[in-house]
Nanobody, 122 residues
Framework: QVQLIESGGGLLQAGGSLRLSCAAS????????MAWFRQAPGNKREWLAA???????YYADSVKGRFTISRDNAKNTMYLQMNSLKPEDTAVYYC????????????????WGQGTQVTVSS
């Protein structure tokens, strides 16, 4: 049974930093492309970043230069370092996994976490 569990969300002021974690189990983590998405109230789920199993990184324009995706295969954990946070970054953040290569669509991903709330105040 595959499980993805996000952690690290919280409430902070604009300009601050936060690191999210996604702990994976039940899959061969090192062979999966991992990604972060977010969803704000009333909005569609938005792709943010992906990190393929061979180490290629991809970012949405909205977070490029502010967010960094990384992974520790020894710990079966993925991270999202978020800097210079803005109120518009407020959303529920989700991690996702897929057995193929890079993808940007929700439908590309087979497994999802339950999400962690990030709230950025102005």
């Amino acid at each position: 049974q595959v499980q993805l569990i996000e952690s690290g969300g919280g409430l902070l002021q604009a300009g601050g930093s936060l690191r999210l974690s996604c702990a994976a189990s039940g899959l061969i983590f090192s062979r999966y492309t991992m990604a972060w998405f977010r969803q704000a109230p009333g909005n569609k789920r938005e792709w943010l970043a992906a990190l393929t199993w061979i180490g290629n990184e991809y970012y949405a324009d909205s977070v490029k230069g502010r967010f960094t995706i990384s992974r520790d295969n020894a710990k079966n954990t993925m991270y999202l370092q978020m800097n210079s946070l803005k109120p518009e970054d407020t959303a529920v953040y989700y991690c996702a996994a897929r057995s193929g290569g890079y993808g940007m669509r929700v439908s590309d991903y087979e497994y999802w976490g339950q999400g962690t709330q990030v709230t950025v105040s102005s």
